[in-house]
């Protein structure tokens, strides 16, 4: 079993659509949790961190459950330059505090006009 | 400020070589991790080295193996390359913190190196 697993998609919805990614996780030691975004041929960047409270930040609004094990990415109002692979991450942290990041497969999203 | 930069963008090796990567972590960061991205995968974690020691690592074969100087700048070596060793091998560099808040451990990834094998 994967420790991250993403629905690799593609996800194809028109502009202005609300898109929801899931995620969940394996490792119970996770500490800490990511949405990045990869554009084609492009290195990750982070999007966002994800907070158990739920956190906003503009369109995006992401969710942790960690009794479920489970992340979720919510984009309202869809633009064509939301088109993008999605990676859903967790933080374990090691021994010195430097932690590794493990990353799921991706979702691949594609927003037409 | 300049971001994580790696060295060579692209190479193509073939079957038995050899190949060494080479990456310059972001400005203040003192900790470098080394992931391999297959076409259509995610990242996949190889090892993270941190005041020159290797600190962690992936479930990679020991052909695999790095180097971290005391400027912070790191290498990936790989031995006896493998068809299955193309990808796209990413840098990552961090600042290590004491505390665990939620904002530890943020990467900031290099463009990386795309390693074509023959």
């Known amino acids: 079993r994967k420790e991250v697993e993403q629905d690799p998609g593609p996800f194809n919805v028109p502009e202005g659509a609300t898109v929801a990614f899931n995620c969940t996780y394996s490792n119970s030691a996770s500490q800490s949790f990511f949405w990045y975004r990869q554009d084609c041929r492009k290195e990750p960047k982070l999007l966002m961190s994800v907070y158990s409270s739920g956190n906003e930040d503009g369109r995006f609004t992401a969710q942790l459950n960690r009794a479920s094990q489970y992340i979720s990415l919510l984009i309202r109002d869809s633009k064509l330059s939301d088109s993008a692979t999605y990676l859903c991450?967790?933080?374990?942290?090691?021994?010195?505090?430097?932690?590794?990041?493990?990353f799921g497969q991706g979702t691949t999203l594609q927003v037409k006009p | 400020d300049a971001g994580v930069t790696q060295s060579p963008t692209h190479l193509i090796k073939t079957r038995g070589q050899q190949v060494t990567l080479r990456c310059s972590p972001k400005s203040g960061h003192d900790t470098v991790s080394w992931y391999q991205q297959a076409l259509g995968q995610g990242p996949q974690f190889i090892f993270q080295?941190?005041?020159?020691?290797?600190?962690q690592r992936g479930n990679f074969p020991d052909r695999f193996s790095g180097h971290q100087f005391p400027n912070y700048s790191s290498e990936l070596n790989v031995n006896a390359l493998l068809l299955g060793d193309s990808a796209l091998y990413l840098c990552?560099?961090?600042?290590?913190?004491?505390?665990?808040?939620?904002?530890?451990?943020?990467?900031?990834f290099g463009a990386g190196s795309r390693l074509t094998v023959l």
């Open positions: 990552a560099s961090s600042l290590v913190r004491r505390t665990l808040d939620s904002g530890a451990n943020v990467l900031t």
């Open positions: 080295y941190y005041e020159e020691e290797e600190r």
């Open positions: 991450v967790v933080n374990i942290h090691g021994s010195s505090n430097t932690g590794k990041l493990i």
